[in-house]
């Protein structure tokens, strides 16, 4: 009873906003101070005022409350867990398939192929690639 007057009062004063600011001549604003004015009163009338009281000093409906933030902190969880593993690379579940490159049937542009396994030496020829480089004037 005290929620459903409140929320009357509260139509009653914004409507009265609304008047002042159409007296002021500013119609848009009016009309939109009239329409959030009239949602208290719209939700009392429907009765939903009369079901967040109820819900509100109800023990069930706040255990129900928990068990729903439970679960969305489960949901938040394994999707974080699902992310972080996408990124690193690993599949989550089923069978695991990892994609190989095909290696090359013949070297590019003359350097020798380097075997699968085998670590580069290290005086290889970079001269392309510093070609390149000082080409963009890098």
């Given at each position: 009873?005290l929620?459903?007057?409140?929320c009357?009062?509260?139509?009653?004063?914004?409507?009265?906003?609304?008047a002042?600011?159409?007296?002021?001549?500013?119609?848009?604003?009016?009309a939109?101070?009239?329409?959030?004015?009239?949602?208290?009163?719209?939700?009392?009338?429907?009765?939903?005022?009369?079901w967040?009281?109820?819900?509100?000093?109800?023990?069930?409906?706040?255990?129900?409350?928990?068990?729903?933030?439970?679960?969305?902190?489960?949901f938040?969880?394994?999707?974080?867990?699902?992310?972080?593993r996408?990124?690193?690379?690993?599949?989550?579940?089923g069978?695991?398939?990892?994609?190989?490159a095909?290696?090359?049937?013949?070297?590019?542009?003359?350097?020798?192929?380097?075997?699968?396994?085998?670590?580069?030496?290290?005086?290889?020829?970079?001269?392309d690639?510093?070609?390149?480089l000082?080409?963009?004037?890098?």
């Amino acid at each position: 009873m005290l929620a459903e007057t409140i929320c009357s009062a509260v139509s009653v004063a914004g409507l009265g906003i609304a008047a002042v600011a159409a007296y002021r001549k500013r119609f848009l604003s009016a009309a939109r101070i009239a329409a959030y004015a009239l949602v208290p009163l719209g939700l009392v009338m429907t009765g939903a005022v009369d079901w967040i009281v109820d819900t509100a000093f109800s023990p069930v409906a706040w255990a129900g409350f928990g068990v729903l933030g439970i679960a969305w902190l489960l949901f938040l969880s394994t999707r974080a867990v699902e992310r972080r593993r996408a990124g690193r690379g690993e599949v989550t579940g089923g069978a695991e398939s990892k994609a190989v490159a095909p290696a090359s049937s013949s070297p590019s542009r003359g350097v020798a192929a380097a075997k699968p396994g085998a670590a580069q030496a290290p005086g290889e020829d970079f001269s392309d690639i510093e070609a390149i480089l000082k080409k963009h004037g890098i």
